[in-house]
């Protein structure tokens, strides 16, 4: 199994920034895609950003120029830098990690998501 833990929420004014990080643990065989969702209270969760295990990069356009993904293979730790932060990013934020497994001779993935930290903008 494997355990997502997230930290660096908090409260921020508008404008302001956080980074957000979230490491893996426990037993795996690789670490594919990495991405962050974020739910606003009524709201469906959505897609912010994702990394893949080489680096490629793809955001929501809602924060294309504000937010920068990153992550550190070696630490199994993905990254979440938001600046410029507006009201509208208030939410609970997620990690989610595709997982690669190995058993038995067979490869198999599956996707993980951490426990959430929560994002609050206002002054």
């Known amino acids: 199994q494997v355990q997502l833990v997230e930290s660096g929420g908090g409260l921020v004014q508008p404008g302001g920034s956080l980074r957000l990080s979230c490491a893996a643990s426990?037993?795996?065989?690789?670490?594919?895609?990495m991405g962050w969702y974020r739910q606003a209270p009524g709201k469906q969760r959505e897609s912010v950003a994702a990394?893949?295990?080489?680096?490629?990069?793809n955001y929501a356009e809602s924060v294309k120029g504000r937010f920068t993904t990153s992550r550190d293979n070696a630490k199994n730790t993905v990254y979440l830098q938001m600046n410029s932060l507006k009201p509208e990013d208030t939410a609970v934020y997620y990690c989610?990690?595709?997982?690669?497994?190995?058993?038995?001779?067979?490869?198999?993935?599956?996707?993980?998501w951490g426990q959430g930290t929560q994002v609050t903008v206002s002054s």
């Open positions: 989610n990690a595709e997982v690669q497994h190995y058993t038995g001779g067979l490869y198999y993935t599956k996707s993980y």
């Open positions: 990394i893949t295990a080489g680096g490629a990069t």
């Open positions: 426990g037993s795996f065989f690789n670490i594919n895609a």
